[in-house]
């Protein structure tokens, strides 16, 4: 199991747009990824999970990941977080 915090950097965080391209993502990886904020586990798979979550700009969230791809796919779940899905970024 590995994990990482990462703060969300996009001005509108992850509302529906944002939201449905890391569960996209998510979904096509084979480790069990969840994403730890606010003292919920979310399944980042679900696109309606990651909109109950509630992550605004500004939000550090911690991601877990655990199976035979989990440090590629923390990686690129980081990246496409860090990234701001192509939106304004915060600094």
């Not at 590995?2 to 703060?7: D, E, I, L, Q």
């Not at 969300?8 to 730890?36: E, F, W, Y």
Request: proline share 2%; hydrophobic share 35%; charged share 20%.
């Amino acid at each position: 199991m590995v994990s990482k915090k990462v703060t969300v950097r996009n001005k509108s965080g992850l509302h529906m747009r944002p939201a449905t391209d890391l569960s996209k993502l998510c979904a096509k990886m084979q480790s069990s990824i969840t994403i730890v904020f606010g003292g919920k586990k979310i399944n980042p798979k679900s696109v309606l999970m990651l909109l109950s979550g509630g992550i605004k700009c500004g939000s550090t969230i911690e991601v877990v990941c655990e199976g035979n791809n989990e440090n590629s796919d923390l990686a690129q779940i980081v990246d496409a977080i860090n990234g701001g899905f192509g939106e304004e970024m915060i600094d």
